[in-house]
């Protein structure tokens, strides 16, 4: 057992300490905080997990674990029925790649998907990571789909049946159920966004054509049902929503509907009408999303005539509330009115022990180096020295990168900035940070002797500087924000929000997600208590209240698609003030996820290069490996 020691109390902004569940993650540090606004039905959200199921052992804000979680949401299913209301748990995807926890296991998730199904969650879905492989989608079909017995939905996602070959829904399609306390009739659905990445034992059918089967159809017709559950890993602003919004107000026009979403890393919320509303709650286990309605119809269960309060909230229609809670332990002792002593249920401790075991089992804390100093995706700009982009460019591809047979032949290196999924924080870089950086399977590939004249206009290419030669699709290749998407705001759902956040908009890259809180909801001499500690400052349709935690504000920045890196290329002599000659070829070099669209790049600017030109690079070694050795190599020492 692991015991969380010292003393915690109820108050606006906590003083005390607690342990998390990891033993080697930072104590939370005190802050400011909002309340959870608890509701007749009310949801715990998880999305774009990667494996971060051990928590952040470097960044005290999101230090709880998935014990610490389960512990969490069986207290407040205890409150639920203490209350006579409700509590659904929702994941929408994404559970693998990006940890150490998931990735360093062979054979991969090994111990994820057991600690994964020790959670009780009512709706789930898969996200595109889980389709990548073959190995992986197999792993849901087999193994997390029926871990959650009827409660795992694909409604747009079949599998081919790796026992018979016969093409199947990777699980139900929908669901419908009653909830417990309350008797609320809920049909759920379970999309993916039109993913086409995925691997060939599964398929992924549009949602535009999927909505007109008879199942979806049917489902919707369906009158006796006080609440539509949309969950998916799919963006709140996306085109996809938009036509299940839609399709669903053609034949009820009233029904309250409550999306959930995925795939852009954000805290977002979207309203499509009075009566619709959608969450998204960020990645990595920073956030847990909180949703609450009031106000919802009861058709499920006799109940006696509503009196009082409740007549008064049926009359006045659904309210629809949100909150994005921080995860840590300060955040769920606060949200339950416990304390380090009372907030562990055995079933949670058992979790964090799994955890624990699994992490000394892979040897995760093992050093490799001592990073000198901390390296940002998106919280420096690029290029700049605190960029893990511009370290990646100018040190680590230039040490590594190159054959031995062909090593006086100029290189151009092509990388996406997605290839690079994490920060590295000042001090230890262990086995778990290497994952957490650099999670995937890609290996490089190369091709030989490609006129320098054709290869330097890739970049412009691959980043949409000329946007006519290639489509991109959104959020394909460059590392996400963890701050709102230019595609979300852009949307119609979401054009009034947008216009009213453009009167708040600063000239600088604080994007609105990241504003300055304009109005905390506390009172005025706690909004100037000082010293906040930087986080999330989340503005979205509902305003600037939706934060649990009240944060100073962080920058984020732009990252573009791709960065390039020229190794031994020619160089002027220290007496001349001429430009160094330009290579005449060069061994075009590529992380090889990207290569579809470089070989359409060459396609269009004329080239003959195809597949078949390509060969693999470096032996088939991975990008995890070569940061790996480099790291071994160049940040030794002690830390």
Same mark, same amino acid.
């Given at each position: 057992?692991?015991i969380?020691?010292?003393?915690?109390h109820?108050a606006v902004?906590?003083?005390?300490?607690?342990q998390?569940a990891q033993?080697?993650?930072?104590?939370?540090?005190?802050?400011?905080l909002?309340?959870?606004?608890?509701?007749?039905l009310?949801f715990?959200?998880t999305?774009d $997990?990667?494996?971060?199921?051990?928590?952040?052992?470097?960044?005290?804000?999101?230090?709880?674990d998935?014990g610490?979680?389960?512990s969490?949401?069986?207290?407040?299913?205890?409150r639920?029925?203490d209350?006579?209301t409700?509590?659904?748990l929702?994941?929408?995807?994404?559970?693998?790649?990006g940890?150490?926890?998931?990735?360093?296991s062979?054979?991969?998730?090994?111990?994820?998907l057991?600690?994964?199904?020790?959670?009780?969650? *009512?709706v789930i879905?898969?996200g595109n990571?889980?389709?990548y492989?073959?190995?992986?989608?197999? /792993?849901?079909y087999?193994?997390?789909v029926?871990?959650?017995?009827?409660?795992y939905?694909a409604s747009?996602l079949?599998?081919?049946d790796p026992k018979?070959g *016969?093409?199947?829904?990777?699980?139900?399609?929908y669901?419908?159920f009653?909830?417990?306390?309350?008797?609320?009739?809920?049909? !759920?659905?379970?999309?993916?966004?039109?993913? $086409?990445?995925?691997?060939?034992?599964?398929v992924v059918?549009?949602v535009h054509?999927?909505?007109k089967?008879?199942?979806?159809?049917?489902a919707?017709? /369906?009158?006796?049902?006080?609440?539509?559950?949309?969950?998916g890993h799919?963006?709140?602003?996306?085109?996809?929503?938009?036509?299940i919004?839609? $399709?669903?107000r053609?034949?009820?026009? /009233?029904?309250?509907?409550?999306?959930?979403?995925?795939?852009?890393?954000?805290r977002?919320?979207a309203?499509?009408?009075?009566k619709?509303?959608?969450?998204?709650s960020?990645?990595?286990?920073?956030?847990?999303g909180?949703?609450s309605?009031k106000?919802?119809?009861?058709?499920g269960?006799?109940?006696p005539?509503?009196?009082?309060?409740?007549?008064?909230a049926?009359?006045?229609?659904p309210?629809?509330?949100?909150?994005?809670? *921080?995860?840590n332990?300060y955040?769920f002792?606060?949200?339950t009115?416990?304390?380090?002593?009372?907030?562990s249920?055995?079933?949670?401790?058992?979790?964090?022990?799994?955890?624990s075991?699994?992490?000394?089992?892979?040897?995760?804390?093992?050093?490799?180096?001592?990073?000198?100093? *901390?390296?940002?995706?998106n919280?420096?700009?690029?290029p700049?020295?605190?960029s893990?982009?511009s370290w990646?460019?100018?040190?680590?591809?230039?040490?590594?990168?190159?054959?031995?047979?062909r090593?006086?032949i100029p290189?151009?290196v092509?990388?996406?900035?997605?290839?690079?999924?994490?920060?590295?924080?000042?001090g230890p870089?262990t086995i778990?940070?290497?994952?957490?950086?650099?999670?995937?399977?890609?290996?490089?590939?190369f091709?030989?002797?490609?006129?320098?004249?054709i290869?330097?206009?890739?970049?412009?290419?691959l980043?949409r500087e000329?946007?006519?030669?290639?489509e991109?699709?959104?959020y394909?290749? !460059?590392?996400?924000m963890?701050?709102?998407?230019?595609?979300?705001q852009?949307?119609?759902?979401?054009?009034?929000?947008q216009?009213q956040?453009q009167?708040?908009?600063?000239?600088?890259?604080?994007?609105?997600?990241?504003l300055?809180?304009?109005s905390?909801?506390?009172?005025?001499?706690?909004e100037?208590?000082? /010293?906040?500690v930087p986080?999330?400052?989340? $503005?979205d349709a509902?305003?600037?209240?939706?934060?649990d935690t009240?944060?100073?504000p962080?920058?984020?920045?732009?990252?573009?698609?791709?960065i390039?890196?020229?190794?031994?290329?020619?160089?002027?002599?220290?007496?001349?003030?001429?430009k160094p000659?330009e290579p005449?070829?060069?061994d075009?070099?590529?992380?090889d996820f990207?290569e579809?669209?470089v070989?359409?790049?060459l396609?269009?600017?004329?080239t003959d290069?195809?597949?078949a030109?390509t060969e693999?690079?470096?032996?088939?070694?991975?990008?995890t490996?070569?940061?790996?050795?480099?790291?071994?190599e160049?940040?030794k020492?002690?830390?």
């Amino acid at each position: 057992m692991i015991i969380r020691s010292n003393t915690w109390h109820l108050a606006v902004l906590l003083v005390a300490t607690a342990q998390a569940a990891q033993p080697s993650a930072p104590s939370p540090v005190s802050a400011p905080l909002r309340d959870l606004p608890w509701g007749q039905l009310n949801f715990l959200h998880t999305t774009d $997990t990667h494996g971060w199921h051990a928590g952040h052992l470097q960044e005290p804000s999101y230090t709880a674990d998935w014990g610490d979680y389960v512990s969490f949401a069986q207290r407040l299913r205890e409150r639920a029925d203490d209350e006579g209301t409700d509590l659904l748990l929702i994941d929408t995807g994404d559970k693998v790649e990006g940890n150490g926890l998931y990735d360093a296991s062979d054979p991969k998730g090994k111990y994820t998907l057991d600690i994964f199904k020790e959670q009780e969650i *009512d709706v789930i879905c898969s996200g595109n990571h889980e389709l990548y492989k073959k190995s992986s989608s197999d /792993d849901e079909y087999l193994k997390t789909v029926p871990n959650f017995h009827g409660n795992y939905l694909a409604s747009n996602l079949d599998i081919f049946d790796p026992k018979t070959g *016969d093409r199947v829904p990777l699980a139900p399609r929908y669901r419908k159920f009653t909830t417990k306390n309350q008797g609320i009739r809920v049909v !759920a659905f379970g999309f993916l966004f039109d993913f $086409t990445g995925n691997a060939n034992n599964t398929v992924v059918e549009p949602v535009h054509k999927t909505i007109k089967q008879k199942w979806f159809q049917d489902a919707i017709h /369906d009158r006796e049902v006080d609440l539509f559950l949309v969950a998916g890993h799919v963006p709140l602003g996306s085109t996809e929503f938009d036509d299940i919004y839609k $399709t669903i107000r053609e034949v009820q026009w /009233d029904t309250p509907i409550q999306f959930f979403g995925g795939h852009t890393h954000i805290r977002d919320y979207a309203k499509y009408d009075s009566k619709a509303y959608g969450l998204e709650s960020g990645r990595y286990m920073e956030t847990i999303g909180f949703m609450s309605i009031k106000g919802l119809s009861t058709g499920g269960k006799p109940k006696p005539r509503a009196l009082g309060p409740e007549l008064l909230a049926l009359r006045a229609g659904p309210k629809f509330s949100r909150r994005y809670i *921080d995860n840590n332990l300060y955040s769920f002792h606060h949200h339950t009115s416990l304390n380090s002593t009372t907030f562990s249920t055995p079933h949670g401790q058992n979790v964090s022990a799994m955890i624990s075991s699994a992490r000394e089992a892979l040897n995760l804390s093992h050093k490799l180096g001592c990073a000198p100093a *901390d390296l940002w995706t998106n919280r420096a700009p690029y290029p700049s020295d605190s960029s893990i982009f511009s370290w990646l460019q100018e040190q680590v591809l230039p040490d590594t990168i190159s054959n031995p047979v062909r090593e006086e032949i100029p290189r151009l290196v092509l990388v996406n900035t997605g290839a690079l999924r994490f920060d590295i924080f000042k001090g230890p870089f262990t086995i778990d940070t290497t994952y957490s950086v650099s999670p995937f399977t890609s290996g490089f590939r190369f091709v030989k002797d490609v006129p320098f004249s054709i290869a330097k206009q890739l970049l412009k290419i691959l980043n949409r500087e000329i946007p006519q030669l290639i489509e991109i699709p959104p959020y394909e290749l !460059a590392a996400k924000m963890p701050v709102s998407s230019q595609r979300s705001q852009q949307h119609p759902f979401v054009q009034q929000q947008q216009q009213q956040q453009q009167q708040q908009q600063r000239q600088s890259f604080e994007l609105n997600h990241q504003l300055p809180l304009s109005s905390t909801g506390l009172k005025e001499e706690e909004e100037e208590e000082p /010293d906040l500690v930087p986080g999330y400052t989340t $503005t979205d349709a509902a305003g600037s209240d939706g934060d649990d935690t009240i944060h100073a504000p962080i920058k984020f920045y732009k990252v573009p698609n791709v960065i390039e890196s020229r190794i031994d290329f020619p160089s002027s002599s220290s007496s001349s003030k001429d430009k160094p000659p330009e290579p005449e070829t060069v061994d075009l070099v590529y992380v090889d996820f990207i290569e579809r669209y470089v070989l359409v790049a060459l396609k269009f600017l004329g080239t003959d290069f195809a597949k078949a030109d390509t060969e693999v690079y470096l032996g088939g070694k991975r990008m995890t490996e070569v940061i790996k050795d480099w790291v071994r190599e160049n940040w030794k020492g002690d830390c």
